[in-house]
């Protein structure tokens, strides 16, 4: 099946520095890209909807200046986390869909970040 | 607006007993049916699905699904639950507004503890 990698698994930053997520879609090209976020025993939050080579659309109520997603390539797309506060801490989900497979996502593995 | 609801935070069941994670979902015009799921520190992955045809829907790992559109349900069952079957499980609707038809609404997810 397709497989999209997530990088870095788990990263512990400081407060007010910026981190950057990968995610890549490794077989087939992506189209589309999500960006999630899940806080812990909740659901998932959809934050910004990404298509290749445009701008993000951003979810109601994030903030597509802390985070900034590229989608520059048809196999990856990043999520950068500017100006980190203890209140960014949460796993991060990407997922990925190819041009035909409308009904399919495939899910990355998810980054822990936790900011001190 | 759609939304799909999973009532239970949590389902207990002994190994080798038949399970059922429940999901009713709310749309205004056909529906798009998911569940996935979530072992710990990991992204989604996808179970099954309901689009059109036989309302029983066979998935993953012995998983199926059956869609009720009388009650608006999409309840997940697994007729002997294994201890390897513990997760969260996600129940999910595409979004039906404007832009990617890849968008998903996640329910609240159940945790499934199956005990040996």
């Known amino acids: 099946g397709a497989v999209v990698s997530q990088h870095p698994s788990r990263v512990i930053c400081k407060s007010g520095t910026s981190v950057k997520i990968e995610c890549r879609s490794l077989?087939?090209?992506?189209?589309?890209m999500f960006w999630y976020r899940q806080f812990p025993k909740k659901s998932l939050m959809l934050m910004a909807t990404s298509n290749e080579g445009s701008k993000a659309t951003y979810e109601q109520g994030v903030e597509k200046d802390k985070f900034l997603i590229n989608h520059a390539s048809l196999t990856l797309s990043t999520l950068t986390v500017t100006s980190a506060h203890p209140e960014d801490s949460s796993f991060y989900i990407c997922?990925?869909?190819?041009?035909?497979?409308?009904?399919?996502?495939?899910f990355g593995s998810g980054t822990q970040l936790s900011v001190l | 607006a759609q939304s799909v609801a999973q009532p239970e935070d949590q389902v207990n069941v002994a190994e080798g007993n038949p399970l059922t994670v429940k999901c009713t979902y709310s749309v205004s015009g056909n529906p798009y049916l998911f569940w996935y799921v979530q072992y710990p520190n990991r992204g989604l992955q996808f179970l099954l699905k309901y689009i059109t045809g036989d309302n029983l829907v066979k998935g993953s790992y012995g998983f199926e699904a059956e869609f009720n559109k009388s009650q608006t349900s999409f309840h997940l069952k697994k007729p002997s639950a294994l201890v390897s079957d513990s997760a969260l499980y996600f129940c999910?609707?595409?979004?039906?507004?404007?832009?990617?038809?890849?968008?998903?609404?996640f329910g609240t997810g159940t945790l499934l503890a199956v005990q040996p």
């Open positions: 997922s990925a869909a190819s041009t035909g497979q409308i009904e399919k996502l495939f």
């Open positions: 077989d087939f090209q992506a189209t589309t």
């Open positions: 999910a609707v595409r979004d039906e507004r404007g832009g990617a038809t890849n968008k998903l609404i």
